[in-house]
């Protein structure tokens, strides 16, 4: 199995800025694609980010179109998100996932490694 595990989270004042990291462990093959989601207490889970690892096409959400930038570093096996004018309806536990089969980025299905993931919490 692939592990994936997030870091990076904490309480930030409304307004600042965070940075996200992902590493998948081991050696494995290229995904398809990899991408944050994020679930707020009593909510759903739901799309933040994706970006494919050969050509780096990256998807955002509307509600972080603008302030946060996905990128990722092959070499690494890693994935990032820079979240930046954060506003607290951005609290929530961050999770990176790694698809294989290539398809829509924004749909949770066929993405088979998920993180523990990363508590986001933003003050005002």
């Known amino acids: 199995q692939v592990q994936l595990v997030e870091s990076g989270g904490g309480l930030v004042q409304a307004g600042g800025s965070l940075r996200l990291s992902c590493a998948a462990s081991g050696r494995t093959l290229s995904p398809y694609a990899m991408g944050w989601f994020r679930q707020a207490p009593g909510k759903e889970r739901e799309f933040v980010a994706t970006i494919t690892w050969s050509g780096g096409r990256t998807d955002y959400a509307d509600s972080v179109k603008g302030r946060f930038t996905i990128s990722r570093d092959n070499a690494k096996n890693t994935v990032y998100l820079q979240m930046g004018s954060l506003k607290p309806e951005d609290t929530a536990v961050y999770y990176c996932?790694?698809?294989?089969?290539?398809?829509?980025?924004?749909?949770?299905?066929?993405?088979?490694?998920w993180g523990q993931g990363t508590q986001v919490t933003v003050s005002s």
């Open positions: 996932a790694r698809r294989i089969v290539p398809g829509p980025t924004r749909s949770q299905t066929d993405f088979s490694s």
